[in-house]
């Protein structure tokens, strides 16, 4: 009789190993892995595992980077939780926007580490590192670096799907409701206040946004930089063929 597999550390064992393969084999292995759920009785965790999506080709990569760079995929993940409570602090007391600018300036930082490893990680699995793909995969990974349930999952390499970039809307979501007071303000107080919040909403919410800009131009320009320091290289490497085939013939 084959092992059941009801025991959750060995299920955790298998998607990890589904997460891991080439993306090419996902489908057939999940399937696998349902198959042999089921077999063993476990139809809810099969019909699970038989309803995950085959990701994307960033998620994929985002994944893999999470196994291969842990270390750089760690370090984007606490400069993410470090910008959100740098966000939480601004929006509810309206200060720390210096805290706010040097956790997106590390965010931004770790975010363009783990770029350039993407790009390698797509070369050397024979997958064109084009520009919408490595701004998908950059995109994807600040994302989840900023949500708490997201940059867990990319820890661990097992997002199964793109996370959406969804800028202050974080911080909008954790807005501190009204302090209960002893005794009920005047309904103006309470509008005024509101006002107030929300302006101050609006204030962060532009800046996030600049800084965000910001760095997009940024990495943008290091990016072209890299490209022409690349083609650079190719062609001083073809001159450099060229030359020693000139000499050969001379010396003939």
Known sequence: MSPRLAIVPELDSELDDL????????????NELAKRLRKA???DS???????????VPVWTANQLARRHPDEVQALVDAGRRLRQAQETAFRSGEGRAAVRDATRDERDAARTLGRLAHELLAEEGRPPTRDATDRIASLLRAAAIDPDAAELLAAGRLAEEVEATGFGTVAEIAPRPAKRRKPEPAKDDEARRKEEEQRRKQLEAEVKKLRRASEQADAKLERAVAAAQEAHA????ARQALAAAEAELDD
């Not at 997460?19 to 999940?30: E, I, K, N, Q, V």
């Not at 099969?46 to 994307?56: G, T």
């Open 19 to 30: 997460y891991g393969r080439p993306l090419s084999d996902f489908t057939a292995a999940r």
């Open 41 to 43: 009785g476990q139809d």
């Open 46 to 56: 099969a019909e699970r595992v038989q309803a995950l999506k085959k990701p994307s």
């Open 235 to 238: 062609r001083a490497e073809e």
